[in-house]
C-alpha cells in the first residue's frame, strides 16, 4: 500500500525559504520509472504543478518557479524534499505530495497536504 | 508549456442527469491526459488515465474519450457523491499541467 505524507511548516515569513519533505512507503525511489511529484493549491484556486523527481534523480520544475525551487531525494529514508526560495503572501497554498505513476504518470496517490500560510 | 482550458468552469446539474465536462490542450498530444475528482478539504482523486482508462475502483458510471487537443469526461448518470470539483491534467510534457477546473453543482 502506497501512502504519502507531507511535513514541514505551517507558516513562513515572506523572504523566507520554505522546506517540506515528503515521506512515503510501499515504493522505492531505486526502482525504475518511479518518481515523486508536488502540487500545490491556493485556497479557492486550481491545482498547480510544481516538480517531479525520478529514480535516476532526473528532475523537472515548473518554468514559472523553476528559479526557487529545488527536489531532492533520499533514498535510504524513503523522503523527498522540496524546498522554494523567497517566500511571498502569493505562495499561500496547500502542498500535495504525490505519486505519478508509470508510464503515463498519472498521479495515483496523493499525501493529505499541507497547508503553508506565508504572513509576517 | 502546455495549456489546459476546461470547459466549463462551473456546471449546474441534477442527479440522474449525463455530465459532460471539457479539456482542451494548447498543443496536440496523444492520450496523456488524466481526470481527478476533488472534494472540499480532501486531495484529488484519480478517475480516469489515459484519456480513456477508468482507475481501478471508480464506478463505471465515469468516462473518457478524447486524443490530440480534445478530451471529455463524461458522467452518465450523475449521484449525489459526484458533487464536486474536476480537473484534467496534461502528463505528456513537464509541466504537467492542470485544466482551471470545473466545478459540478
Known amino acids: 500500500q502506497i501512502t504519502l505524507k507531507e511535513s514541514g511548516p505551517t507558516l513562513v515569513k515572506p523572504t523566507q525559504t520554505l522546506t517540506l519533505t515528503c515521506t512515503f512507503s510501499g515504493f522505492s525511489l531505486s526502482t525504475s520509472g518511479v518518481g515523486v511529484g508536488w502540487v500545490r493549491q491556493p485556497p479557492g484556486k486550481a491545482l498547480e504543478w510544481l516538480a517531479i523527481i525520478h529514480w535516476d534523480d532526473d528532475k523537472n520544475y515548473s518554468p514559472s518557479l523553476k528559479s526557487r525551487l529545488t527536489i531532492t531525494k533520499d533514498t535510504s529514508k524513503n523522503q523527498v524534499v522540496l524546498t522554494m526560495t523567497n517566500m511571498d503572501p502569493v505562495d499561500t497554498a496547500t502542498y500535495y505530495c504525490?505519486?505519478?505513476?508509470?508510464?503515463?504518470?498519472?498521479?495515483?496517490?496523493w499525501g493529505q497536504g499541507t497547508l503553508v500560510t506565508v504572513s509576517s | 508549456d502546455i495549456q489546459m482550458t476546461q470547459s466549463p468552469s462551473s456546471l449546474s446539474a441534477s442527479v440522474g442527469d449525463r455530465v459532460t465536462i471539457t479539456c482542451r490542450a494548447s498543443?496536440?498530444?496523444?492520450?496523456?491526459l488524466n481526470w481527478y475528482q476533488q472534494k472540499p478539504g480532501k486531495a484529488p482523486k484519480l478517475l480516469i488515465f489515459?484519456?480513456?482508462n477508468l482507475q481501478s475502483g471508480v464506478p463505471s458510471r465515469f468516462s473518457g474519450s478524447g486524443s490530440g487537443t480534445d478530451f471529455t469526461l463524461t458522467i452518465s448518470s450523475l449521484q449525489p457523491e459526484d458533487f464536486a470539483t474536476y480537473y484534467c491534467q496534461q502528463s505528456y510534457r513537464t509541466p504537467h499541467s492542470f485544466g482551471q477546473g470545473t466545478k459540478l453543482e
Open positions: 498543443q496536440s498530444f496523444s492520450n496523456y
Open positions: 504525490t505519486h505519478p505513476n508509470w508510464p503515463y504518470r498519472q498521479i495515483d496517490y
Open positions: 489515459a484519456a480513456s
